[in-house]
């Protein structure tokens, strides 16, 4: 079992940042001899499907869908089991629930949510 915490939403206007940050129970991230484990963040907005945003996996690759690219970073702390999402340059668009995700050993986990909106 892997607990995901997800903190840092809340109300920016456009073009501005936030950080999102995550905390996993346990260092979902190490590097095992049985494979690969990868953590990222999914959003939903309203009356919409839940999207694919950003992901990172223990041998340190990341994906992001292309509408963040080159405005979202996702980054890790395998120290501290933290996973963090860098958002800059944020659109009206962007609003949505944002939610940390792991993959463990072939299982899903995921967090509760956190609130992003982005408004003036």
């Known amino acids: 079992q892997v607990q995901l915490v997800e903190s840092g939403g809340g109300l920016v206007q456009p073009g501005g940042s936030l950080r999102l940050s995550c905390a996993a129970s346990k260092s979902v991230l190490s590097i095992t001899p049985t494979g690969i484990n990868t953590m990222g963040w999914y959003r939903q907005a309203p009356g919409k499907q839940r999207e694919f945003v950003a992901g990172i996996t223990s041998d340190g690759s990341t994906a992001y869908v292309d509408s963040v690219k080159g405005r979202f970073t996702i980054s890790a702390d395998n120290a501290k089991n933290m996973v963090y999402l860098q958002m800059n340059s944020l659109k009206s668009e962007d609003t949505a629930v944002y939610y940390c995700?792991?993959?463990?050993?072939?299982?899903?986990?995921w967090g509760q949510g956190t609130q992003v909106t982005v408004s003036s």
């Open positions: 995700t792991a993959n463990y050993y072939g299982a899903d986990y």
